[in-house]
């Protein structure tokens, strides 16, 4: 992720803050097991870098902050990949979703060292563009793996099932 990227997206985080204390940043797609942690307290999601862990696992729908951890701590998922959505209006929800798993899926297998597998070893989920933020220039899929059972994780699971 560029500077100015990151930039326009801290931007647009707080121009739709403003704009209306429910307004969120990204959709998390694909769910996690709910936790007792508290994504108010958390980092901005647009601050979240590949390689970062995070405790997320109670987060769903629009999300605005995100609890980033070091992945020396137990922590419910790791940013495992970073990819774009094509330039242009905004396709729907559905569409951003079938290419977050266009993103996401195949880089699940390069980063954890097996294809993914429902029901076995890990899962992925994405933070994507919501309608506001794709207005804004958004484009980002950020993809996310964790432990579908909902136990923490410690350390990087990285060719985890290699």
């Avoid at 707080?14 to 307004?23: D, E, G, P, R």
């Avoid at 797609?29 to 307290?41: H, K, N, R, W």
């Amino acid at each position: 992720m560029t500077s100015i990227k990151s930039l326009t997206r801290v931007l647009a985080v707080l121009t739709l803050s403003a704009a209306s204390i429910s307004l969120a940043g990204c959709s998390l797609l694909g769910g996690g097991t709910p936790t007792t942690a508290d994504p108010s307290s958390g980092s901005d999601v647009f601050s979240i870098k590949v390689g970062d862990c995070l405790n997320d696992a109670s987060v769903n729908g629009e999300v605005s902050t995100v609890p980033i951890v070091d992945c020396s701590a137990p922590h419910d998922s790791e940013a495992y990949f970073s990819g774009s959505l094509a330039e242009g209006d905004f396709p729907g929800d559905d569409a951003v979703k079938q290419g977050a798993e266009a993103i996401c899926g195949p880089a699940f297998t390069d980063f954890v060292g097996a294809p993914y597998q429902q029901d076995a070893g890990y899962n992925y989920s994405y933070y994507t563009p919501t309608l506001d933020s794709w207005n804004a220039g958004d484009r980002e899929v950020m993809c996310v793996v964790f432990d579908p059972s909902g136990a923490q994780v410690t350390g990087t699971l990285k060719g985890s099932e290699g």
